[in-house]
Nanobody, 115 residues
Framework: QVQLVESGGGLVQAGGSLRLSCAAS????????MGWYRQAPEKQRELVASITSGGSTNYADSVKGRFTISRDNAKNTVSLQMNSLKPEDTAVYYC?????????WGPGTQVTVSS
């Protein structure tokens, strides 16, 4: 079993920044698929950013140039630095990892961007 806990969400004005962190209950050193996803009201969950064990990253077009994903294998954490936030970034953000043949999710953290 894997437990994930997100932190760092909150309310911020448009143009502001937030940093989300996700702590895993196990070593992430060998985990290749890790990422941040978000779900806005009445919308499907979507990929925001992902990072491989080798450090390769992938971003949704809507956040490219504004968000940066990173991982710290020593601390078993994955983070998402979000800059130049927009009202359309408002959503519940989830940390997800793929291990033992399934996806594991944290409970999510709310990010609200006011205009």
């Amino acid at each position: 079993q894997v437990q994930l806990v997100e932190s760092g969400g909150g309310l911020v004005q448009a143009g502001g920044s937030l940093r989300l962190s996700c702590a895993a209950s196990r070593s992430i050193l060998s985990i290749n698929s890790m990422g941040w996803y978000r779900q806005a009201p009445e919308k499907q969950r979507e990929l925001v950013a992902s990072i491989t064990s080798g450090g390769s990253t992938n971003y949704a077009d809507s956040v490219k140039g504004r968000f940066t994903i990173s991982r710290d294998n020593a601390k078993n954490t994955v983070s998402l630095q979000m800059n130049s936030l927009k009202p359309e970034d408002t959503a519940v953000y989830y940390c997800g990892i793929f291990v033992v043949s399934r996806w594991w999710w944290g409970p999510g953290t709310q990010v609200t961007v006011s205009s």
